[in-house]
């Protein structure tokens, strides 16, 4: 592990202006999923390394969430705020967790780091793409508990 | 017209069910049904087929372990089950009658494992895992274990491990995307990688998650996260007349039918191969034999598709042992189904 940041000095964005949804969104199962709904539940969870949300320092955007209603496929692209981020992993991880606490399970999801973004592009994408990578690492109590940091950290 | 009956559904566990195994007896001289399942509830549990024509839940294996319970496998007398766990450990049942005694639990791989195999004769046991080695275990009476080699090789988390049916070959498949075949080179449990199936030798682009043998053993499947299933194959002739290990080639790529990962497949007694991917469907494939084979190799049809079988991925598919092409299919939704394949003409 090293003892500095990864990014010490990340470019902050403002927040942007919200819409108001409306609750309730498991109440149609069969409605199309829209992707500004997803995007809702993921832009506030916290970067691993800064105390920002994953929107603020532009990992994502709503162009980040794109939906297949006909196929049941979401796939999301995040932009680490650096080539080397080697958060992307735990990012990927958080994105998994949320949207599996707000989505149908019967939705695909696939994670990806937007083309270009990352100096491993392949290796990250395969990894964060790989069930039981991602299962297995759910169950290590310290990855766990970052991601839940992650997660939590914007309600309170 | 062949079609997949839906016998039953086994529910109980409360996280995805990740593998099956069959118990060998099963459906031998009047032997009931016993299937294993094993979960990310951290528990193992014992199916058995009713006198009532109806599947009970046997018995809950809750203890060792502390994780995801990734695989397991009975041993060829079907008396002993081994599971492999993310906790690190692989622990070994006995059928004690009214229920099942952890006997054993074999601790050395430095993270999760991911698959155990017995050999053909019950007397070596193979497990393998994240740390990208393959152990392989000689068991000795009163149900102890020996670590007897820790095979290096493989330069990712290795997926499953598999002993050949009837040759002492273990097979290997990765996140890597290769499948590695080991062999003890004749001296003092000296085991050594005698092939390794590369992209360069026709092999998988992406992770190969599986691997099934047909049942005389000379032809082998692989599917993996790059869509496609391959047929592999040797000569058994030449293996046995020889000293040496005759090689395994690419014969067939079944491609186009899978359009998400391919999580298991399994190679029926009479030459049906059923796959479970992450589309939540079940398919079927069948040599085509129309073809001409000594020309362009063999080549592989589409039997059947079913559609929607689990209400998410699939991770394991199973025929049973007996001659009844009864099939069993794990899912993410924590289901089992026994399923039946009714009236193929191949």
Not at chain 2, 113 to 126: E, I, P, Q, T
Request: overall charge negative; hydrophobic content about 35%; proline content about 4%.
């Amino acid at each position: 592990m090293t003892l500095g940041l990864i990014n010490a000095n990340p470019v902050v964005h403002a927040k942007k202006e919200r819409v108001a949804r409306t609750e309730d969104l498991h109440s149609d199962v069969d409605a199309a999923v829209d992707p500004l709904e997803i995007y809702d539940f993921v832009r506030d969870i916290r970067d691993p390394e800064h105390p920002y949300s994953l929107e603020q320092l532009s990992v994502l955007s709503e162009e980040s969430i794109t939906v297949d209603d006909k196929l049941g496929r979401i796939l999301i692209t995040f932009t680490p705020t650096i080539q080397h981020c080697s958060m992307a992993t735990v990012i990927g991880l958080c994105l998994r967790v949320k949207l599996k606490q707000c989505f149908p399970p019967h939705y695909k999801v696939d994670i990806k780091v937007s083309p270009g973004s990352h100096a491993d592009e392949e290796s990250v994408n395969k990894q964060l793409n790989d069930k039981e990578r991602v299962a297995a690492a759910l169950e290590n109590p310290n990855l766990r508990q970052l991601v839940d940091e992650c997660l939590y950290s914007s309600e309170l | 017209m062949e079609g997949l009956k839906e016998i039953q559904k086994l529910e109980g566990h409360t996280d995805r069910v990740w593998s099956l195994a069959w118990n060998p007896l099963s459906g031998l001289d009047g032997a009931p049904l016993k299937l294993a399942s094993c979960s990310g509830d951290k528990t193992v549990r014992i199916w058995e087929h009713k006198p009532s024509n109806s599947w009970e839940c046997q018995a809950v294996l809750d203890d060792p372990h502390t994780r995801t319970v990734r695989s397991c496998a009975w041993s060829p007398s079907g008396k002993l089950l081994a599971t492999a766990s993310f906790d690190g450990t692989t622990a070994i049942f006995q059928d004690v009658g009214d229920d099942y005694e952890c006997v054993s639990t074999l601790e050395g791989h430095e993270n999760e494992v991911k698959s155990v195999s017995w050999n053909a004769s019950g007397s070596l046991l193979a497990t393998c895992g994240r740390d990208k080695t393959v152990w392989i275990w000689e068991v000795l009476p009163g149900n102890e274990f020996e670590c007897v080699a820790v095979l290096q090789g493989h330069t990712q988390d290795v997926k499953m491990v598999q002993w050949h049916p009837t040759m002492e070959l273990l097979f290997s498949c990765s996140y890597d995307n290769t499948v590695k075949i080991w062999a003890d080179d004749g001296e003092d449990d000296n085991w050594v990688c005698v092939q390794t199936l590369a992209q360069s030798n026709s092999g998988h682009s992406s992770t190969v998650w599986a691997l099934s043998f047909n049942a005389t053993g000379d032809k082998m499947v692989t599917c993996s996260d790059d869509l496609t299933l391959k047929i592999w194959g040797t000569d058994n002739g030449k293996m046995l007349s020889s000293d040496g290990f005759a090689p395994w080639s690419h014969l067939c790529t079944v491609a186009g039918y899978h359009d998400r990962t391919i999580f298991s497949v399994h190679w029926s007694r009479d030459n049906i191969i059923a796959t479970g991917a992450a589309d939540d469907a079940i398919r079927f494939f069948v040599e085509n034999n129309e073809c001409d084979t000594l020309v362009d190799g063999p080549s592989y049809n589409l039997l059947l598709k079913k559609e929607k079988a689990h209400d998410m991925d699939i991770n394991s598919v199973q025929w049973s042992p007996g001659e009844n092409r009864l099939l069993a299919s794990a899912a993410d939704d924590g289901t089992i189904k026994i399923w039946e394949l009714t009236s193929v003409s191949c």
